[in-house]
């Protein structure tokens, strides 16, 4: 049974947006506020790459440098739920993106995981 079930991808043109959610079980997730939580993404044949991280409490932020700028991650304890709203999207954002769960924020950028969705794949193309 997934744990992290992310949503929102798809096809979009260069400059476009989207919003990604990442829904945690509340079976799984009953203290989701305790969890730091980030966004990876894979493009194909390429490892996978961190993205952004959010505290616990949403007070702290961390991106890669690719996208800073562009991206912003934020969530709603109250609803289990994060987000990744990504603006200006161009062709190298093509790739699966992943949502992720972990102790802390930092861990999380360090790739330290406690666990994965399944993935939704974003496409950024005319």
């Known amino acids: 049974q997934e744990q992290l079930v992310e949503s929102g991808g798809g096809l979009v043109q260069p400059g476009g947006s989207l919003r990604l959610s990442c829904a945690a079980s509340?079976?799984?997730?009953?203290?989701?506020?305790?969890?730091?939580m980030g966004w990876f993404r894979q493009g194909t044949g390429k490892a996978r790459d961190f993205v952004a991280a959010?505290?616990?409490?949403?007070?702290?932020?961390y991106y890669t440098d690719s996208v800073k700028g562009r991206f912003r991650i934020f969530r709603d304890n109250a609803e289990n739920t994060v987000y990744l709203q990504m603006n200006s999207l161009a062709s190298e954002d093509t790739a699966v993106y992943y949502c992720?769960?972990?102790?802390?924020?930092?861990?999380?950028?360090?790739?330290?995981?406690?666990?994965w969705g399944q993935g939704t794949q974003v496409t950024v193309s005319s």
């Open positions: 992720a769960s972990g102790r802390d924020a930092r861990q999380l950028q360090m790739g330290v995981v406690l666990s």
């Open positions: 509340i079976r799984t997730f009953s203290t989701f506020s305790s969890y730091a």
């Open positions: 959010i505290s616990t409490g949403g007070g702290s932020t």
